[in-house]
Nanobody, 124 residues
Framework: QVQLVDSGGGLVQAGGSPRLSCSAS????????MAWFRQGQGKEREFVAG????????YYADSVKGRFTVSRDNAKKTVYLQMNSLKPEDTAVYFC?????????????????WGQGTQVTVSS
């Protein structure tokens, strides 16, 4: 069973480029598909980006494509979300998530393991 800890959020100006990290412990990290979701105030949790177990395949929501990059370092048991050209509408709590099949799902219920979330607030 894997435990996830998100970090790297905070208050950022529009156009900023923070990087979120999600560190894993327990389990075999390379055996998990990893994803990032976000949840804005009063909104449903939505898929942001996902990455295959090897890191060879990545997937993005249309709203972040071209601005965000997901990557992973299996040796460090960490997944990252590089966020560029942030907009106020990117303000949300960001969660990393994991599941142990081979498919990068884009729906939250598919993921059995979650980080605690990290708040990203983008000021205009």
């Amino acid at each position: 069973q894997v435990q996830l800890v998100d970090s790297g959020g905070g208050l950022v100006q529009a156009g900023g480029s923070p990087r979120l990290s999600c560190s894993a412990s327990g389990g075999t990290f390379s055996g998990y598909v990893m994803a990032w979701f976000r949840q804005g105030q009063g909104k449903e949790r939505e898929f942001v980006a996902g990455i295959s177990r090897s890191g060879g395949s990545t997937y993005y929501a249309d709203s972040v494509k071209g601005r965000f990059t997901v990557s992973r370092d299996n040796a460090k048991k960490t997944v990252y979300l590089q966020m560029n050209s942030l907009k106020p509408e990117d303000t949300a709590v960001y969660f990393c998530a994991a599941h142990s099949t081979t498919i990068v799902y884009t729906i939250a219920p598919a993921y059995g393991y979650w980080g605690q979330g990290t708040q990203v607030t983008v000021s205009s």
